[in-house]
């Protein structure tokens, strides 16, 4: 059995993480000791472990209740898990298109930046005036 401090360390999550996860139902409420310190097994610790690799991949914390709920009913179809995770995909393959963008802007701000003093600075002039930064390429302002 695994204290808190204990489990937060096997899956790099901080204490107050864990105890937000089973204030929001993610994490189960846990066994405690005669003196009330909370107690986690093997089981705890899978689940712990994969919340934190499905936040690092994205996850939002409703996707991954609703994945936790599927892995509890493990007769149920996988394409249900596959929906979930092709939402996912979805999601990661806008945020890059908005970075992509953002990557674009900012390597046309920096080469039309020659000023010798701020006082000139194109990248400044440009991040003043949001509309042109955003109408130029075709961002949520255009």
Do not use: N, W
Not at 96 to 116: K, N
């Amino acid at each position: 059995m695994l204290s808190i401090g204990a489990l937060g360390k096997r899956t790099g999550t901080k204490v107050q993480t864990i105890r937000y996860y089973e204030q929001i139902g993610l994490m189960p409420e846990p066994g405690r000791t005669e003196g009330g310190q909370r107690r986690y097994g093997d089981a705890e610790l899978d689940r712990l472990a994969f919340i934190r690799h499905s936040r690092e991949l994205g996850f939002s914390l409703e996707a991954i209740r609703e994945l936790l709920d599927l892995s509890d009913s493990p007769e149920r179809s996988c394409a249900q898990v596959d929906a979930v995770a092709q939402r996912q995909l979805k999601e990661v393959e806008a945020r890059i298109a908005r970075l992509e963008v953002l990557r674009i802007e900012l390597q046309r701000m920096i080469s039309e930046c020659s000023a010798d003093r701020v006082a000139d600075c194109r990248i400044l002039e440009v991040l003043r005036d949001h509309e042109e930064c955003l109408a130029d390429h075709g961002g949520p302002g255009a």
